[in-house]
């Protein structure tokens, strides 16, 4: 295992790849072992869905679909998240940036306190592992997006066509890595770390 020491700046860490590539279970586990702060773009609309609030309802128009929530609303959501983040040594995006609209706008929101994303790690999985994946955890996830083949194939579709450009706009500041998203998860883990270790200052 890596030894990571202590952080002393803030690292702005994007954890990238389709739907089901198992972002969301390495994100909490690095956040842990980083100590960094885990913003899910996907788990913010769901709780917005629970408390069945305004912005939950209008997310959930599209999230049912399998299609993105619209710029504005993501965006503005995101920003107030990090508003919102107590002191911190850096932060794990999961699930956005996922159009070049958003990652634009992040950009612009770190460079106003002279931030900047740092490494976005992109999970390679092929197309018909995912669709395995996401129906098996569709067993327990309770997510209705995660239950419908259809649904699921147009999300692995919007992807694609939307979000995947988003490893190249980081990709031009040679920022983006692909990491082998196959494997047992401590496995891909170790793989993570050994990208965010250099990061990281004893
Ligand atoms: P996730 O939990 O990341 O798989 O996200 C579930 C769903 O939430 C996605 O299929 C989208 O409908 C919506 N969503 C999450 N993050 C974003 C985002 N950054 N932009 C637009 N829609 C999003």
Avoid: W
């Avoid at 994100?27 to 939950?56: C, P, W």
């Avoid at 965006?75 to 634009?104: E, N």
Wanted: charged share 25%.
């Amino acid at each position: 295992m890596y030894l990571c020491g202590l952080i002393f700046f803030m690292i702005h860490l994007i954890l990238f790849g389709p739907p089901g590539s198992g972002k969301g279970t390495q994100a909490v586990k690095l956040a842990e072992y980083f100590n960094l702060t885990h913003i899910s773009t996907g788990d913010l609309f769901r709780y917005e869905i629970e408390q069945k609030s305004e912005l939950g309802l209008k997310a959930l128009e599209f999230m049912g679909q399998g299609q993105l929530v619209p710029d504005e609303i993501t965006i503005g959501m995101l920003k107030k998240k990090l508003l919102s983040v107590p002191d911190t040594h850096g932060i794990i995006y999961d699930g956005f940036p996922r159009t070049i609209a958003q990652a634009k706008s992040l950009d612009s929101m770190l460079a106003e306190d002279d931030q900047q994303i740092d490494l976005l790690l992109s999970l390679e999985v092929p197309d018909e592992e995912i669709v395995k994946r996401i129906l098996n955890r569709g067993k327990s996830s309770g997510r209705p997006d995660d239950n419908d083949e259809s649904i699921i194939r147009t999300r692995i579709q919007v992807y694609s066509n939307e979000t995947a450009v988003v490893f190249e706009h980081y990709a031009g500041y040679n920022k983006s890595k692909p990491i082998n998203g196959l494997g047992s998860i401590d496995d891909i883990f170790e793989r993570l770390c050994r990208c965010i270790d250099p990061l990281v200052v004893d």
